[in-house]
């Protein structure tokens, strides 16, 4: 079946480590995207890219750094720069001309301590 | 991205239907409304998306005014299952759209046994 995968689901680590958050796309999908939500909020863009290779911020990038160099793959790091990294981490892809909006994965729950 | 509003939470009894309104008075021509909701703990999922037209499918129904200002989400006979928060985003479709794919807070729905 078709779909994202984000492993792991749950991902303990010590505050000042580095850890990168993998998402794996076998859609075709074009476009994928990294969203950050904390308990009781919305959802907030930390990046996105369109294309192999390229690779735009978000709302909330600082902190993060991402890599596309497939197209089916699209990891988050989560550096020891950013301040609060325990949240809920979701991946999302869509094709390039959809309309149909986007595909998510099931999440990663990230806890620094 | 036009902004939304939504009610922070709505409860509904089993069986009945869920109606869940959004307004979005600064709607552009081009932009289309879309739902999502998300179960706890698991990645949004696609709903329905319009334009201008009432639009239905297997999981629901999505009424949208003349003036296109507001619009409501119609789940016709409402389970437990449907217990999520519900996302109610406006943004133009196609390439343009794909840069970003803003969420706010939703509305909590709670059916009642």
């Known amino acids: 079946d078709g779909g994202i995968t984000q492993s792991p689901k749950y991902l303990f680590r010590k505050e000042g480590q580095n850890v990168t958050l993998s998402c794996e796309q076998n859609l075709n999908h074009d476009a994928m995207y990294w969203y950050r939500q904390d308990p009781g909020q919305g959802l907030r863009l930390i990046y996105y890219?369109?294309?192999?290779?390229?690779?735009q911020k978000g709302d909330i990038a600082e902190g993060y750094s991402v890599s596309r160099e497939k197209k089916e793959s699209f990891p988050l790091t989560v550096t020891s720069a950013q301040k609060n990294p325990t949240a809920f981490y979701l991946c999302?892809?869509?094709?390039?001309?959809?309309?149909?909006?986007?595909?998510f994965g099931s999440g990663t729950r990230l806890t620094v301590v | 991205d036009a902004k939304t509003t939504q009610p922070t939470s709505m409860d509904c009894a089993e069986g009945r239907a869920a109606n869940l309104p959004c307004n979005h008075s600064t709607i552009s021509g081009n932009e289309y409304v879309y739902w999502y909701r998300q179960i706890h703990s698991q990645g949004p999922q696609y709903i329905i998306h319009g334009l201008k037209n009432n639009e239905t499918n297997e999981m629901a129904s999505l009424i949208i005014t003349e003036d296109r200002k507001s619009s409501t989400l119609i789940l016709p006979h409402a389970t437990l299952r449907d217990t999520a928060v519900y996302y109610c985003?406006?943004?133009?479709?196609?390439?343009?759209?794909?840069?970003?794919?803003?969420f706010g807070t939703g509305t909590r729905l709670t059916i009642i046994p």
């Open positions: 985003i406006v943004r133009v479709a196609g390439p343009k759209g794909n840069e970003k794919l803003t």
């Open positions: 890219s369109q294309i192999v290779n390229d690779f």
């Open positions: 999302a892809s869509s094709p390039q001309l959809h309309i149909y909006g986007y595909t």
